[in-house]
């Protein structure tokens, strides 16, 4: 059984900085592309970065461009997402997602999900 476990979500102030962390088990994801989305309540997901298997070339939604970084630990089958200055709208439950059929962009791209860890920043 494959599973996708996020840890690392918590309550901040605005200008802080967390550090999310999602261990696959069940397979391995080092050739696949593994991400992040979010969705904030009254909204739809929204695609927040990607990193690819091998090259590990990553892509961000501009909203977090150049606060957010995302890596990968293949060795671990981890994933991370490190976020700096943190505003109250990154506000929303963070997903894991891994292995992507189409555009990594679209979250029914996504064949395995997390279950979610929630990101709380107030003003």
């Known amino acids: 059984q494959v599973q996708l476990v996020e840890s690392g979500g918590g309550l901040v102030q605005a200008g802080d900085s967390l550090r999310l962390s999602c261990v696959a088990s069940g397979r391995t994801f080092s050739s696949s592309t593994l991400g992040w989305f979010r969705q904030a309540p009254g909204k739809e997901r929204e695609f927040v970065a990607r990193?690819?298997?091998?090259?590990?070339?990553?892509d961000y939604a501009d909203s977090v461009k150049g606060r957010f970084t995302i890596s990968r630990d293949n060795a671990k089958n981890t994933v991370y997402l490190q976020m700096n200055s943190l505003k109250p709208e990154d506000t929303a439950v963070y997903y894991c997602?891994?292995?992507?059929?189409?555009?990594?962009?679209?979250?029914?791209?996504?064949?395995?999900w997390g279950q979610g860890t929630q990101v709380t920043v107030s003003s």
């Open positions: 990193i690819s298997g091998i090259d590990k070339n990553t």
């Open positions: 997602v891994g292995l992507s059929y189409g555009s990594p962009y679209v979250p029914n791209s996504y064949a395995y």
